[in-house]
Each structure stands twice: as C-alpha cells, then as structure tokens.
C-alpha cells in the first residue's frame, strides 16, 4: 500500500497524472480488502476520482483482442507477480485465474536448482539474466549454453559452471506447469460455447515471462489449442489503461469498483 501511495504522489507532482481520474490494473483476483487499499491509496494521494480495472481486462484491449464481440477471446498475462488468465465475451470476464506463479517463482526456482544440483548460490539478479538467456519452457532446436558464476556452498569460495537450456528446463519444470495448469483449469470452467470460440481464434500471450522460449509452443501442445505471442507483450496493458483512460464509455462498461 505504501509503495503504491508513494508512486502515485510522485507521479501527479511531476504531472505525469495530468487528469482528475485515475485508472489502477489490479488482478483478477483481488480482494475487497486489497481493492479498498488500493483505492485509498490513490484518493489519499490526491487523486479526486479512482477506477479500478482488472489487469487481464487491460491486457486483452491492449492486445486488441474483441472484447465486446459475443464471442469468446482468451487472454493469458504472464507478468513478475501473477499470471491472470481470462476469458472475454461482451466487455466482461466470463472465466478467470489468478496464480501468484510468474517470473519471479521462474527466477526463484533456478536459484534452488543451482543450490541443490550445482551446490553453490546464485543471487536473483543473476537468474534472472540466466532465465533471459537460455531460459526455455520447450525443446530448442539447437541446445544453447551459458557460464554461470556463482559461490560454492561448501567452500564459501567463487565456483562457475556450464548450465545448457535443456538442464535448466527441468529446474524450472514446477512453476511453468503452474502456469499450464491455471490455463487448463481456466479452459475447463468455460462454457462450451465459448471454448470453441477459443480453439478456433487461438489464445493470446501478454506480459514479460510470456517471452519465455517455447512457452506458446509448451501451451500449444499442453492445451491443444493454438497459441499466440502478443506484438507487444510488455506493453499490452499499458496500452489497453490508456485506451480506457480515453473512452469513458468503455470505462464505464468494464470498471469493477
């Protein structure tokens, strides 16, 4: 909460904010209490007006994606905190998940695999430099490698290793079918007739870790239905805030508190 008061004031005293309302992106699956906190937040820190908008909402008109056909759109953001899984029909979520397995567990995981298979520690910066590398949720057709420094647990004294994608795709094994679990289980809970608008218009990858190597093609295979990378997965939900910022109307239709 206090890091969202601190931003928000920092932002409307550089007038960045230069508007009386404010739209905020939250989870699918936020609480009353957490919406509360949120809102407080912004009206304390001097915003007059206060929307919130869930973040796979943001991200699938970011994405363009036809949210107000009576049709249904699957939309998959994979960020650093969360993966949010929705589907979309007539501007509101028929279905949605909301997982705290992302990036960082991605990032935590090579951590542990390096401290139980290589002995020695890895801090998170660093992983996350491997998980960009030669990170991979599917076989590669050329296997690729990279030296990773890091301290023996043992000796306390410098170590590196040689770690190739296909060895560190089993260290991350655990929270990337978390992530095909949640949309597997989002799937299920669909009604048929939008599933099969689904299997035929494909679903659609937002967010930063939704650049994992082979994550669309792992989906893919997994779900059995086509998978599609985003144009601009980092910035769909930016975009889509600020689509919602300039239509009231939409605002109006998809805004939850």
Not at 47 to 55: P, S
Not at 71 to 91: H, L, P, Q, R, Y
Not at 100 to 117: S, T
């Amino acid at each position: 909460k206090l890091m969202i008061k601190h931003f928000i004031a920092e932002a409307m005293e550089r007038r960045l904010f230069f508007r009386p309302r404010m739209v905020i992106c939250v989870p699918s699956g936020i609480t009353s209490v957490e919406k509360k906190a949120v809102v407080d937040s912004a009206e304390q820190a001097g915003a007059k007006e206060v929307f919130l908008v869930e973040e796979p909402m943001a991200a699938a008109i970011g994405a363009n994606l036809p949210i107000h056909e009576a049709i249904g759109s699957m939309i998959v953001d994979i960020g650093g905190g969360t993966t949010e899984v929705a589907v979309i029909s007539m501007s509101g979520i028929v279905q949605s998940n909301s997982q705290r397995v992302a990036g960082d567990k991605i990032d935590e995981a090579i951590m542990e695999y390096f401290r139980r298979v290589h002995k020695m520690k890895v801090g998170l910066s660093l992983a996350e430099e491997i998980k960009i590398r030669i990170g991979s949720a599917y076989s590669r057709p050329r296997e690729i490698s990279m030296e990773v420094p890091g301290v023996d647990l043992s000796l306390g004294v410098p170590k590196q290793v040689t770690v190739t994608d296909s060895e560190l795709r089993e260290g991350i094994r655990e929270p990337v079918q978390a992530i095909v679990k949640a949309v597997r289980d989002t799937i299920e809970k669909t009604p048929p007739e939008l599933v099969s608008d689904i299997v035929e218009r494909g679903i659609v990858l937002t967010g930063g870790t939704s650049q994992l190597r082979g994550l669309d093609e792992l989906l893919a295979k997994e779900i059995r239905i086509q998978v599609h990378l985003s144009e601009a997965p980092l910035l769909c939900v930016v975009h889509g805030t600020g689509q919602v910022l300039d239509d009231g109307g939409l605002l109006e239709k998809i805004v939850i508190n």
